[in-house]
């Protein structure tokens, strides 16, 4: 998008004028990503308190992109603006599709998106129903979702960014949060993450499970292919770094035979 096409609400909330020139990786983030749904979407937020400002990017992808953000109260927020246009379109109507929760599936791609958000919204409320630590969610509206910050002033990092500062005791512990993690949405939760990994656990006081798009329900019929790809790649992860693991097959008859 052109800067000057950029709406002047989205300008009020950004301060992008006074830190285009300091701060050109956050502009050009923006623009690429903020069409006019992305726009008013956040200038309603803006309005009812929920942004007070924009800060910067916590991290970039094909789907979407995360932000830290401040409220009108001055607590920081993560805001997840996705893509309204994505690459991963296939990706997210195979996901949809298969899920029994959605009763109808748009074809308009904007619109899928839409169902996709709020679908996030609904899995971090379920997975913090059951007691899996996952950030807090807020509100949403057609494609962002503001839920609970997790940081100081700078995010906290992955498992994936520090692993190299972990001692044996503290990857064991790990391990263990992820396993009952799993095992706990699967028994408690009738729900499945998906895509866990390295990649999508924060190490923070306590560590919390991130991104959860893609988490379904026990009657989606990619359930199970989903449960062993989580139980896989824990196990093959932590193998790695010397921790002794459970069989991911035995774990996996285990918990889809009960």
Do not use: C
Request: proline content about 3%; glycine content about 4%; cysteine-free.
């Amino acid at each position: 998008m052109n800067p000057k096409d950029l709406d002047k609400k989205i300008f009020q909330i950004l301060g992008l004028d006074e830190r285009r020139e300091r701060d050109n990786e956050l502009y050009k983030v923006f623009s690429e990503v903020f069409d006019k749904t992305t726009i008013d979407t956040l200038a309603y937020f803006h309005k009812r308190g929920k942004i007070k400002r924009l800060l910067g990017v916590i991290s970039t992808g094909k789907e979407a992109n995360v932000f830290k953000g401040v409220d009108e109260d001055g607590n920081y927020v993560a805001i997840k603006v996705y893509r309204t246009y994505t690459t991963e379109f296939r990706r997210i109507w195979e996901y949809l599709a298969a899920d029994p929760r959605i009763s109808y599936l748009p074809k308009d791609i904007r619109k899928m998106v839409f169902v996709w958000t709020r679908r996030e919204f609904k899995n971090l409320q379920r997975a913090m129903k059951y007691a899996v630590r996952a950030p807090e969610p807020i509100v949403f509206s057609n494609n962002v979702l503001i839920m609970e910050y997790i940081g100081d002033e700078s995010p906290a990092p992955r498992l994936k960014d520090v692993e190299r500062d972990l001692d044996k005791k503290e990857f064991e512990e790990l391990y263990e949060f992820a396993m009952e993690s799993i095992e706990k949405l699967w028994k408690r939760g009738d729900m499945v993450h998906g895509d866990l990994s390295e990649y999508n656990i924060l190490i923070w006081e306590k560590p919390v499970i991130i991104d959860w798009s893609q988490a379904t329900v026990r009657r989606n019929r990619m359930a199970l292919t989903l449960l062993y790809r989580d139980l896989r790649n824990i196990t093959n992860y932590f193998a790695k770094k010397g921790i002794k693991v459970d069989n991911p097959d035995e774990k996996f008859r285990e918990l889809a035979g009960d």
